[in-house]
């Protein structure tokens, strides 16, 4: 056999690889419904929004169904194999994203050019025209991001900056936002990204960090918040979470 590369697996593909190979060896046979969230995350000694990952990553490989208001059950196992995902953890991006975003606004503030500040503000009227008309406002969303990235004048931040937003669109971060983005939770952002826009009109290099910090951080929390009920994986979540409620961002 020859020698193969070894690759470090995302943690969520750790977890969810577990829980396949159980349902394959019949631990969890078809029609059985997984264990809560809450329980799994105790049993693997791995967080809840690591588990909430990697059971949705199942279900979009077909392993899993989730019910709305019920919980997590296991699909029949006849078909096609089943590809792995690996998709980038639409969480781990978003941490990454407030590392680096956080100094592009603080840099952004520094500049506060009127014409660059009047562009975000026009990035911010687009994501409400979306929202208004039904639509995700991920065209408005993404032109504000990369806009304070352009504000750094610097070529690679901006590249940087898009390909990691773009992660969104993956299949793990767009399931995820099936269940946790609704226009409560976009109005929220949108309330969120004009206190950013406030703190570099007003030239607030640490405000503006802070305030794309906590965006960011409500981004996350959106996405981790609590599953309501009885806490089964697959119910729908509200508005928004204690830290003021980005989904994945909004």
Not at 70 to 83: E, F, H, I
Request: net charge negative; aromatic share 4%; proline share 6%.
């Amino acid at each position: 056999m020859p020698i193969q590369t070894i690759e470090p697996r995302r943690l969520y593909r750790q977890i969810a690889d577990q829980l396949r190979l159980l349902i394959e060896a019949g631990e969890f046979p078809v029609g059985a419904r997984l264990p809560p969230e809450r329980d799994l995350a105790l049993k693997l000694g791995v967080s809840r929004p690591s588990v909430r990952e990697a059971l949705i990553a199942l279900e979009v490989e077909g392993w899993v169904e989730v019910r709305m208001g019920s919980g997590v059950y296991v699909q029949s196992l006849t078909g096609a194999p089943r590809a792995s995902l690996t998709a980038e953890s639409p969480l781990e991006t978003i941490r990454a994203r407030q590392v680096i975003e956080g100094e592009l606004a603080a840099q952004a503030a520094l500049r506060n050019a009127p014409a660059l500040v009047d562009g975000l503000v026009e990035a911010v009227a687009t994501m409400e025209d979306e929202a208004l008309a039904g639509h995700v406002p991920i065209r408005g969303d993404r032109l504000f991001h990369t806009r304070i990235a352009e504000m750094a004048n610097n070529a690679v931040l901006v590249r940087v900056v898009s390909e990691l937003f773009d992660e969104r669109h993956n299949p793990l971060s767009v399931k995820l936002g099936d269940y946790f983005e609704n226009p409560a939770s976009w109005a929220s952002a949108i309330a969120e990204h004009r206190k950013v826009i406030d703190a570099i009109r007003a030239g607030d290099d640490r405000g503006a960090r802070a305030a794309m910090h906590h965006h960011l951080a409500c981004s996350h929390d959106r996405l981790t918040a609590s599953w309501p009920g009885a806490d089964a994986p697959g119910q729908h979540a509200e508005a928004a979470p204690a830290a003021n409620r980005e989904q994945t961002e909004p």
